[in-house]
């Protein structure tokens, strides 16, 4: 009996002991000492070699030296000495997840997930290495579970809105967004997702509304500004984007993208020099957008700085392998400056290129236009009114494809004036034909 007494007493001032030294290891690592965790913990080893906090600690300890391989061989010893322990499950995973064995790593959190189907943290785990891997669809089953479980946690219903707008759903991402700024209206990040996601489908009041909300919270937040600019540039509020866009540049924030939408600010509010002036510094910042070229071009040529105009238009054009209807706008452009030029052949020429591209009816009108009173074509100008008539005309579902309809909506005053053109040209054609003979 004294013996066992004995025994015993031996036993636990052995595992103090072993408890103590555990304690010290503990305290090593986290004073950053891990060479020193790293010797005690295999101290501890050597005397018991099935102590399975000496192998955890010594994993962290490598893992914490950036030894991942080695941690990993004394993680794989932890968990054969304790199979079911889930903090040596959760350090193996996550060794598993960063050397990019994400097989291995989701294996274990899905055995915890099975046994114990309530419990957040291998869900949590699950969805966060799915979303890693960008497998956007179990990720978002599993933050809605989690979610589901706990209804107040910000950060799922956030990573949930941003899994679920990478697959392209974007009502449920929108609500999402809303329910993580309702639970933590501090996080800056759900109000710049939420405002792009608006700003995609087209919702810019929203996203304005969007914007001002997190700039209650955080005024000089330089990517809600310069997203609250840009949705009133999109929603047509040009003097509110102005107002914007001026604002980030005082600030100093000289940016490409402030300087070149500030340009296209100023283009739609017909300030050319204004808009050619941004639009020079934002192409020194890239020359290689055929959008800035474009509208920098279309500037220049609208202040009368004609050949400047001509060579970014070209730019523009060189930049693109354009679709019909954009390299169509840009030999309209260019017809446009040539027009103000008085060189009015090279005007027709251009048009007749922007036609060949894209035969929209207003194209067919302008050169009728350029027939009519520069060129003193008469027939020929009767020919592009009249074919502009005739495609403004057509009707607007075609027999056997009636859910498809024309883009072209005819403006009456136009077709009035090309009406009267034509019969004011025929009249004129049968008086000189009358007076010849």
Not at 377 to 385: E, G, Q, V
Not at 393 to 418: H, K, R
């Amino acid at each position: 009996m004294k013996y066992l007494i004995s025994l015993l007493g031996i036993v636990i001032s052995f595992n103090l002991y072993s408890q103590k030294l555990i304690q010290d290891i503990e305290l090593k690592i986290l004073k950053g000492q891990y060479d020193s965790a790293i010797v005690a913990a295999n101290q501890i080893i050597k005397n018991d070699s099935i102590n399975w906090e000496a192998y955890y600690y010594l994993g962290k300890s490598y893992q914490a030296k950036y030894k991942y391989f080695d941690a990993l061989k004394v993680f794989e010893k932890a968990i054969e000495l304790d199979t079911v322990n889930p903090i040596i499950e959760n350090a193996l995973a996550e060794v598993y997840d960063f050397i990019g064995k994400d097989e291995d790593a989701i294996n274990i959190y899905y055995k915890q997930y099975l046994r114990d189907t309530t419990s957040l943290e291998p869900i949590v785990n699950l969805a966060n290495i799915f979303r890693k891997k960008k497998e956007y669809a179990p990720a978002i089953h599993y933050y809605q579970k989690a979610t589901a479980i706990d209804f107040t946690n910000f950060y799922y219903y956030k990573q949930l809105a941003f899994c679920t707008a990478r697959i392209n759903i974007p009502l449920p991402a929108i609500y999402a967004y809303k329910t993580a700024i309702s639970l933590n209206p501090y996080d800056i990040g759900c109000y710049v997702q939420l405002a792009n996601l608006y700003n995609s489908e087209r919702y810019f009041s929203y996203a304005i509304e969007t914007c001002n909300s997190g700039l209650e919270n955080y005024p000089l937040d330089n990517q809600l500004m310069k997203l609250w600019a840009y949705a009133n540039y999109l929603n047509h509020d040009f003097d509110s984007s102005i107002t914007g866009f001026d604002k980030l540049l005082e600030l100093g924030d000289t940016t490409y993208f402030n300087l070149k939408y500030r340009g296209l600010v100023h283009f739609e509010k017909k300030e050319f020099e204004k808009a050619t002036i941004d639009l020079k510094l934002a192409y020194e910042f890239n020359d290689k957008d055929a959008e800035t070229c474009f509208f920098l071009g279309s500037a220049l040529g609208r202040s009368g700085e004609n050949k400047e105009g001509i060579y970014f238009l070209y730019n523009a054009m060189q930049i693109l392998t354009p679709a019909p209807n954009e390299i169509s706008n840009i030999y309209s452009e260019m017809a446009h400056i040539y027009l103000n030029q008085d060189k009015y052949k090279l005007s027709l020429q251009y048009l007749k290129l922007a036609y060949k591209s894209d035969a929209t009816p207003l194209l067919s009108f302008k050169m009728g236009q350029l027939y009519d009173y520069y060129l003193d074509n008469k027939k020929l100008a009767i020919n592009c009114y009249e074919g502009y008539l005739t495609m403004a005309n057509m009707p607007d579902s075609i027999q056997g494809t009636s859910n498809l309809t024309n883009s072209f909506v005819a403006e009456p005053e136009i077709i009035e004036n090309a009406k009267e053109r034509i019969r004011i040209l025929k009249e004129e054609l049968f008086f000189e034909s009358a007076k010849k003979e």
